[in-house]
């Protein structure tokens, strides 16, 4: 008898990621174990980083980020959606929607991607569980971040406070106003780990080798942070 269970494959996506994989693949309400906790971290990163926020001091930075001027009357106006309670909902909310649909995304791609080239085994719920147990190493993004940020005890006066594993905060440094800083704030180690899981995972559950795999995992990135980029690039 098998001794799997969504505890072990919690940490086996970790150590041993092909019992992880081979493990989900018949078990998909697993699935809920690592998206909540993802949208937990995640949520817990808003709160830490709204409740530590300088809201003025932000929003004063992003308008002299982007040479913007305001009257009086229109900072007194915009301040009112700009205050620590009502960014902290956003944050929350986004978590709570933004996460799964983005994984429902994935999900769809690869379930649409494994009806063309006829691998027809998994379902739509395979390739959900699959989304969400390749992506769940990036949660230890977001729990760093919190562990460092509440450490170092400093008030925030804008994202990259608490964003500290970022390519941008690790490599780059560059400066808010900088044109690039969102792309290289997209990225991280993180990001690098989830990818390589994916392309072990789905190598495995084809069988169709590593290249193959890869071509699938990172066309649709190539494609969105090309156009991201070449957008940037003219703007």
Do not use: C
């Not at 830490?48 to 040479?67: K, N």
């Not at 440094?173 to 993180?190: I, M, N, R, T, Y």
């Not at 994916?198 to 190539?222: C, D, E, K, N, S």
């Amino acid at each position: 008898m098998s001794s799997a269970s969504p505890f072990s494959t919690l940490g086996n996506i970790f150590v041993d990621p092909g019992k992880a994989f081979d493990d989900i693949k018949d078990h998909n309400g697993w699935l809920w174990w690592p998206l909540v906790l993802m949208v937990a971290a995640s949520i817990a990163m808003s709160v830490v980083f709204f409740s530590h926020a300088d809201t003025a001091a932000m929003f004063a930075q992003q308008m002299a980020a982007q040479h913007t001027q305001m009257t009086p009357q229109q900072m007194q106006a915009v301040a009112k959606f700009q205050s620590p309670v009502v960014l902290m909902a956003g944050g929350v909310f986004g978590s709570l929607v933004g996460i799964p649909v983005v994984y429902l995304i994935f999900a769809l791609y690869y379930f649409l991607i494994a009806k063309l080239a006829g691998w027809n085994e998994q379902g739509f719920g395979s390739w959900f569980s699959f989304a969400v147990w390749s992506a769940f190493p990036g949660i230890l993004a977001p729990v760093i971040s919190i562990v460092v940020f509440l450490l170092r005890g400093q008030s925030a006066t804008r994202f990259q406070d608490v964003d500290i594993l970022s390519f941008n905060a690790l490599l780059f440094h560059l400066p808010p106003g900088d044109k690039w800083v969102s792309l290289a704030a997209a990225f991280s180690p993180f990001t690098i780990w989830v990818l390589a899981l994916a392309i072990f995972g789905l190598a495995r559950w084809t069988r169709r080798g590593a290249g193959y795999a890869t071509l699938v995992v990172l066309a649709p990135l190539v494609i969105i942070y090309g156009l991201w980029a070449a957008f940037k690039a003219f703007v």
